[in-house]
């Protein structure tokens, strides 16, 4: 029997209805609402497609009659009232989904939506980190609050940051930051807030002027965070001397943005969700971009669709365990939200809300799993902190629960908490970061030092210890980067915030695994680190400038009179030789009375004259006898005055002399504080606010304290920046400032730095010892001290010192006489006496022209009046004068034939 025409539409019509009845029935749609940034290029609907159709591949979590559909929506909300409406009405009750995924950027002024959402209808799904203590029930894909702000309180004790900035953007991460702004009051923390409002001036300003070097970083979104990042380096305070936290996980850099990190030597601490990559591979991506180049909302995105097939796939199996519905008919139907509930209704779960808690599995951002509450458990964040080269390093990592890790890894913990440093610590899996300092000739830059990267840039005493260290070290790979502090600085801690610098304060704060260099090991140190074995002994000494190279003043040999002293000699010796004259010249017993008496050579007559009465005094004066002396009583008593007068000044004079002629040699004979403080001459320095400024400061010993008080009190003041401008100082002065600092620094200043016009004292101020210092307990200590102990008992300690202090010294082979040139007096020394002695052979030769040239006249005189001379020069063997006249009579008491004098 043939059909009719409509008995035929009507039969196709009923099978089409049966197919489109049957293959709704077939469909799983799963909701997702996009927002401002969600919606932009269709980025993330296409993540959310392959991740649907990875799932509708894959039978393994729905059967072969049922497939997933993604059902999109757009909202661009400012309140609270149209985000649920399009959950509740639109996705819940419209589209009959199972599932709902919600980001926070549909309504930012909303808080958390998903929270809101989840106490309406389940199962909701969160992207983002949501609100502390909302009591959500959605689906946290990302990391609760709770367990956010407990991983960050773990990373600032672990930094040991004592005074930082917290930077945020909007009002609800100021609140999940709640717990760890609260806690410092319990650290001890003193923290800046600073709200991000899209004026980033306005906190590099207070960054700089307060001189804030820790800054925690924490906004609302990848891209603020990025930007804030980007804007820090271009002000320069994302640098070498500031130490940034990220908070925000997995913020994406890509590679050019990271080479200029590297380049600008930022220090920055991140971190990662830690993830299986091998899982990425079979997991479908657009191929225009790579699954690492995600940033960590992509990914959230990707395995919530992942999650919400496994917790369907964990349905049909518990559903077919139970025997209640034919494989076949299980899903759709029964998996769809609950409608929302009317006035003050209690909402009602989904029958597979639970389900979708049964599964771990390896998504994208590591392992995905939940608790009942929905919050994601057995989780691993991954701690990347480093500068330049080692920028990218893995410090540590924090597991949300440290029993499943043990129990996946097959690995003990080893730390109470959730936080795990241990393995990293002790080099196992990284490479060690190793802090210096810049001091000859403990670390040097190399010559051409553009030309070398990492480690080759350096030179010097650490870099060879280091080296060796890592020859004999046992139990670890001892892979290490070398860095310079940032600040310059040997440690300090500060007496108002308790916060260490410099070397020290990388330790403290773990940004370094060693701080390696003339650290010195003292009490308030090693209770903020750990030493290791000491490398080097040393103290504190004195660097002079060589007594052969001090210029003293070449008339010092006057100095042992006062100025006063020797215009009042000078005047007495021109008013005893004018004394003698005139009474030469009046008293009828001296000479020239003899004279015309002619009871004498007519010679004698100018034997007092004013200028050999001059000659007399000055003769005298250094012990040498004169050719004639005063003839009458007076004048003898006048010499008899004079004599006594010379020899007690000459005495005092010689007395004096010797501590004039060696001042500059005194200094080189300080053996201790003592010495030091017993001298006035010379005033020494210290580098300002260095280690061991400090070191005089805080010491109780008295000598100590009075070095500092002199030093303090000294104006100008006798500090020095650094080093090499101490040293600088000690040259320019002559003699007239001394250095204190640590010995080996000095010595290589003495013994390398040309010109050799530098001295260390023998004696030592204080003595103290170098040792690599380690954080506080890290397992490192007791591998460096053996290795330490090692290169000792081996002699290589001291192979190496001779290496930098002897072998190439350019200044330490000096000559017998240079060594005694210390102490003896030297050409140096004398060089006014020789100068003196010059000026007299000038003087000498000038008055010898004069002579020659200007008194020739004089000469012919002479010889004219000669022969009378001679005639007379017989008067005295006669009792008759030449002439004639009356005899001669000779003084009382003698005969004619008595010479008297």
């Known amino acids: 029997m043939k059909l009719s025409q409509t008995a035929k539409f009507v039969w196709i019509f009923l099978l089409v209805e049966v197919y489109i009845h049957t293959s709704e029935q077939n469909i799983v749609n799963i909701g997702v609402i996009l927002g401002h940034e969600t919606d932009d290029n269709d980025l993330y609907k296409n993540i959310f497609k392959d991740a649907v159709n990875i799932v509708n591949r894959n039978s393994t979590f729905l059967s072969g009659q049922h497939q997933m559909l993604l059902i999109d929506h757009v909202l661009y909300a400012n309140y609270v009232y149209p985000a649920l409406q399009a959950v509740c009405n639109t996705m819940v009750q419209t589209q009959r989904v199972s599932s709902l995924i919600l980001p926070e950027d549909i309504c930012p002024m909303c808080g958390d939506v998903a929270a809101m959402a989840s106490h309406a209808t389940s199962p909701v799904f969160s992207l983002d980190p949501g609100s502390l203590k909302s009591g959500s029930v959605a689906f946290k894909m990302h990391p609760s609050p709770e367990d956010m702000s407990e991983f960050f309180l773990d990373m600032l004790?672990?930094?040991?940051?004592?005074?930082?900035?917290?930077?945020?953007?909007?009002?609800?991460?100021?609140?999940?930051?709640?717990?760890?702004?609260?806690?410092?009051?319990?650290?001890?923390?003193?923290?800046?807030?600073?709200?991000?409002?899209?004026?980033?001036?306005?906190?590099?300003?207070?960054?700089?002027?307060?001189?804030?070097?820790?800054?925690?970083?924490?906004?609302?979104?990848?891209?603020?965070?990025?930007?804030?990042?980007?804007?820090?380096?271009?002000?320069?305070?994302?640098?070498?001397?500031?130490?940034?936290?990220?908070?925000?996980?997995?913020?994406?850099?890509?590679?050019?943005?990271?080479?200029?990190?590297?380049?600008?030597?930022?220090?920055?601490?991140?971190?990662?969700?830690?993830?299986?990559?091998?899982?990425?591979?079979?997991?479908?991506?657009?191929?225009?971009?790579?699954?690492?180049?995600?940033?960590?909302?992509?990914?959230?995105?990707?395995?919530?669709?992942?999650?919400?097939?496994?917790?369907?796939?964990?349905?049909?199996?518990?559903?077919?365990?139970?025997?209640?519905?034919?494989?076949?008919?299980?899903?759709?139907?029964?998996?769809?939200?609950?409608?929302?509930?009317?006035?003050?209704?209690?909402?009602?779960?989904?029958?597979?809300?639970?389900d979708l808690t049964y599964y771990n599995f390896e998504g994208l951002t590591g392992n995905v799993a939940f608790n009942p509450n929905g919050d994601r458990v057995n989780y691993t964040i991954m701690i990347y902190s480093g500068q330049g080269e080692t920028f990218d390093t893995v410090r540590g990592e924090w597991s949300q629960n440290p029993q499943h890790w043990e129990s996946r890894y097959n690995i003990e913990w080893r730390n109470e908490g959730r936080l795990n440093v241990t393995k990293y610590v002790l080099g196992l899996e990284r490479r060690l970061k190793v802090v210096s300092i810049l001091q000859a000739p403990f670390l040097m830059y190399r010559d051409k030092v553009d030309r070398y990267r990492g480690n080759a840039r350096f030179r010097g005493y650490i870099m060879d210890l280091l080296e060796e260290i890592a020859r004999v070290v046992k139990g670890i790979n001892f892979e290490y980067e070398v860095e310079l502090v940032a600040d310059g600085k040997y440690g300090r801690r500060d007496e108002y915030s308790n916060e260490w610098d410099?070397?020290?304060?990388?330790?403290?704060?773990?940004?370094?695994?060693?701080?390696?260099?003339?650290?010195?090991?003292?009490?308030?140190?090693?209770?903020?680190?750990?030493?290791?074995?000491?490398?080097?002994?040393?103290?504190?000494?004195?660097?002079?400038?060589?007594?052969?190279?001090?210029?003293?003043?070449?008339?010092?040999?006057?100095?042992?009179?006062?100025?006063?002293?020797?215009?009042?000699?000078?005047?007495?010796?021109?008013?005893?030789?004018?004394?003698?004259?005139?009474?030469?010249?009046?008293?009828?017993?001296?000479?020239?009375?003899?004279?015309?008496?002619?009871?004498?050579?007519?010679?004698?007559?100018?034997?007092?004259?004013?200028?050999?009465?001059?000659?007399?005094?000055?003769?005298?004066?250094?012990?040498?006898?004169?050719?004639?002396?005063?003839?009458?009583?007076?004048?003898?008593?006048?010499?008899?005055?004079?004599?006594?007068?010379?020899?007690?000044?000459?005495?005092?004079?010689?007395?004096?002399?010797?501590?004039?002629?060696?001042?500059?040699k005194r200094l080189a004979t300080i053996r201790s504080a003592e010495d030091l403080l017993d001298q006035y001459e010379i005033k020494y320095g210290v580098v300002d606010e260095g280690s061991v400024y400090y070191f005089l400061k805080n010491s109780s010993n008295p000598d100590f304290q009075q070095m500092y008080s002199t030093v303090e009190n000294t104006i100008p003041k006798p500090t020095v920046a650094n080093v090499s401008e101490g040293v600088k100082k000690v040259r320019e002065s002559n003699g007239d400032f001394a250095f204190i600092d640590e010995t080996g620094i000095l010595r290589y200043q003495a013994d390398q730095a040309e010109p050799c016009d530098l001295y260390v004292t023998g004696g030592f101020i204080s003595r103290n010892s170098y040792g690599l210092a380690v954080q506080k307990d890290s397992p490192l200590r007791d591998q460096l001290s053996f290795a330490i102990e090692t290169l000792r008992d081996t002699r290589s300690l001291e192979h190496l010192e001779r290496q930098w202090w002897q072998w190439d010294s350019k200044c330490g082979n000096l000559t017998t006489w240079e060594k005694q040139g210390i102490y003896s007096l030297t050409s140096v020394d004398l060089m006014g006496v020789y100068i003196l002695l010059i000026i007299g052979c000038i003087a000498a030769g000038v008055v010898f022209l004069i002579e020659c040239i200007c008194t020739g006249k004089d000469i012919d005189q002479r010889r004219e009046r000669a022969p009378a001379r001679r005639d007379a020069s017989r008067g005295p063997t006669s009792t008759t004068a030449v002439g004639g006249g009356n005899p001669i009579q000779p003084p009382p008491g003698q005969t004619n034939h008595q010479q008297w004098i």
């Not at 034919?326 to 939200?337: K, R, S, V, W």
Request: hydrophobic share 40%; aromatic share 16%.
């Open 502 to 664: 410099g070397l020290i304060g990388e330790l403290v704060r773990r940004k370094a695994d060693i701080a390696a260099g003339p650290v010195s090991i003292t009490s308030e140190r090693d209770a903020a680190v750990d030493f290791s074995y000491p490398f080097m002994h040393s103290g504190l000494q004195i660097l002079i400038k060589h007594p052969n190279h001090v210029l003293d003043d070449p008339f010092a040999f006057m100095y042992p009179f006062g100025i006063e002293v020797w215009f009042l000699n000078a005047i007495c010796f021109l008013m005893v030789s004018a004394l003698l004259w005139v009474i030469n010249s009046f008293n009828p017993y001296e000479w020239k009375a003899s004279v015309e008496r002619h009871e004498t050579f007519g010679e004698n007559i100018d034997n007092f004259s004013f200028k050999n009465s001059l000659w007399f005094s000055a003769s005298t004066l250094v012990f040498q006898s004169y050719d004639a002396s005063p003839r009458s009583t007076a004048g003898r008593v006048i010499a008899g005055f004079w004599w006594v007068f010379v020899v007690i000044m000459v005495f005092l004079y010689l007395t004096n002399l010797t501590f004039w002629l060696t001042a500059s």
């Open 157 to 354: 004790v672990y930094f040991n940051w004592r005074n930082f900035m917290i930077i945020y953007d909007t009002d609800q991460i100021y609140a999940n930051l709640e717990d760890v702004i609260s806690a410092g009051n319990i650290y001890k923390w003193n923290i800046t807030l600073r709200k991000y409002d899209n004026n980033f001036d306005r906190i590099v300003e207070f960054i700089k002027i307060e001189e804030i070097r820790n800054i925690f970083l924490y906004t609302s979104t990848e891209k603020t965070t990025r930007r804030i990042m980007e804007m820090g380096l271009d002000e320069g305070v994302v640098s070498d001397q500031h130490h940034w936290i990220v908070g925000n996980l997995d913020v994406y850099l890509d590679r050019s943005f990271m080479e200029e990190l590297e380049v600008n030597r930022a220090y920055m601490t991140r971190f990662k969700m830690n993830y299986t990559t091998q899982w990425q591979y079979s997991y479908p991506s657009s191929p225009d971009r790579r699954l690492i180049d995600w940033p960590l909302r992509e990914r959230l995105s990707f395995d919530a669709v992942l999650t919400i097939a496994h917790g369907m796939r964990r349905y049909r199996e518990r559903v077919r365990e139970e025997g209640r519905i034919e494989d076949i008919n299980i899903l759709p139907g029964d998996t769809m939200m609950n409608s929302c509930p009317i006035n003050s209704d209690t909402p009602t779960r989904a029958l597979w809300n639970d």
